[in-house]
């Protein structure tokens, strides 16, 4: 919830949100005022927001690429193709996200 307040721009395209009032959704660093909590959806990928009937945001352009997904996102899934097991425990996910305060630098 902290990123899409936040408007952090390393979490586009991680997910997007519906407003249920509006019917658009949008990248989480979106410039538009951001709705209450109670009228928020969250998904994860633009295709699911449209299925639910949803409509992209003309502001971010949520349809449109944007750039590489961020650092730590590309460390997490080198990670992951190189130990070969698919799998992070949420405690080793949480400690290499920026939200939590983990790092978006070298990853052990």
């Known amino acids: ?17 519906g407003v249920t009032t509006t019917g658009i959704f949008c990248r989480p660093a ?26 992209p945001c003309k502001l971010c352009r949520p349809m449109e690429p944007h750039g590489t997904p961020p650092d730590w996102v590309r460390e997490v899934f080198a990670i992951l193709e190189d130990e070969g097991a698919g799998k992070l425990t949420d405690r080793q996910l949480r400690s290499r ?10 990853m052990a």
């Open 97 to 106: 996200t920026p939200c939590a305060g983990g790092s978006s630098g070298t």
């Open 30 to 55: 979106c410039p538009a005022k951001k709705a209450k909590e109670e009228h928020l959806v969250f998904f994860p990928q633009a295709k699911d927001a449209l299925a639910a009937g949803f409509r």
């Open 1 to 17: 919830m902290r990123a899409f307040y936040d408007r952090d721009a390393s979490f586009d395209g991680i997910f997007f949100t």
